[in-house]
């Protein structure tokens, strides 16, 4: 805890666990409020001030976006606040997760049917490589360019390398 209830940035980051550099950019974008300057410009953070750093922190650790961070802050600080509104942000921030998994699974789905489909062995032919190739942005579905056994074949002609499927 603090010792002398105001301490400098290195302090306030080792107690809150944002970075100086982070807390120095939490301010600039209006996140926190500025504190209290010494006379030599040093930063000097109460324990009202540390508290808020644990509190956007932890807001941090479980993901809300800065936006929403702000909101919460402001809510926090509002003690007449409804919990309703503060359950909204959380759920509204559940339901982008949601949509970060379902994308984040879509996307092992279709890497894990690449791995599945190549040998792995010293042929040249690679689904994964295939893929990546073909310029797809990120997968709607968890379908690969290329079916297993339907991957493309680079045969040598003439000097020319010809892709078969």
């Not at 805890?1 to 939490?26: C, D, H, P, T, W």
């Not at 800065?66 to 909101?71: L, Y």
């Not at 503060?86 to 982008?96: F, L, N, P, R, T």
């Not at 699974?105 to 990546?132: N, Q, Y």
Request: hydrophobic share 40%.
């Amino acid at each position: 805890m603090l010792r002398s209830g105001v301490v400098n940035i290195s302090k306030a980051a080792e107690s809150s666990g944002i970075s100086a550099k982070m807390i120095r950019y939490y301010e600039t974008v209006g996140l926190i409020r500025p504190v209290r300057r010494t006379a030599n410009g040093y930063r000097d953070y109460g324990e009202q001030d540390v508290a808020i750093l644990k509190f956007v922190q932890r807001s941090r650790a479980l993901g809300f976006p800065v936006k929403d961070i702000a909101d919460l802050l402001a809510l926090w600080r509002h003690r007449s606040r409804s919990s309703a509104k503060v359950k909204a942000i959380a759920s509204g921030h559940i339901g982008e997760i949601d949509r970060r998994i379902a994308e984040l699974e879509s996307i092992k789905a279709t890497l894990s049917k690449l791995v599945e489909c190549c040998h792995g062995d010293e042929r040249p032919e690679c689904p994964i490589l295939d893929d990546l190739a073909s310029g797809h942005a990120a997968p709607a579905e968890a379908k690969p360019a290329h079916a297993c056994g339907q991957a493309r074949r680079v045969s040598r002609v003439g000097g020319q390398d010809i892709r078969r499927r």
